[in-house]
C-alpha cells in the first residue's frame, strides 16, 4: 500500500500535473493499493477510484489561530 498525502492539494494548487498522477496510477502492479487523501478531486481522479470517502471538517485548530505545525501539516 502507498499513501499519498494530500497529493490531490498538491494538484489543486498547480504543484503537480493531474495527467503525471493518471500516468502514475495507470503503471502500478494490479495488487498495489494506492491511497490519495486531499481535497478538490478532479472528475478523472474520481472516475478511476474504486474507493471515494469525503470528510467534513468539524473543527479545526486554524480556525482559532493556529498555524501550519511542522511535523504535522507539513
Known sequence: ???????????????????????VLE??????????????ATKRILDM?????EMKEVKHPYKVGVKAQAGIEY
Open 1 to 23: 500500500m502507498i499513501i499519498l498525502d494530500e497529493i490531490l492539494v498538491a494538484i489543486d494548487f498547480g504543484l503537480l500535473k493531474e495527467k503525471v498522477l493518471r500516468e
Open 27 to 40: 503503471m502500478r502492479p494490479p495488487h498495489m493499493h494506492v491511497v490519495l487523501t486531499g481535497r478538490n
Open 49 to 53: 477510484a474504486d474507493l471515494v470517502t
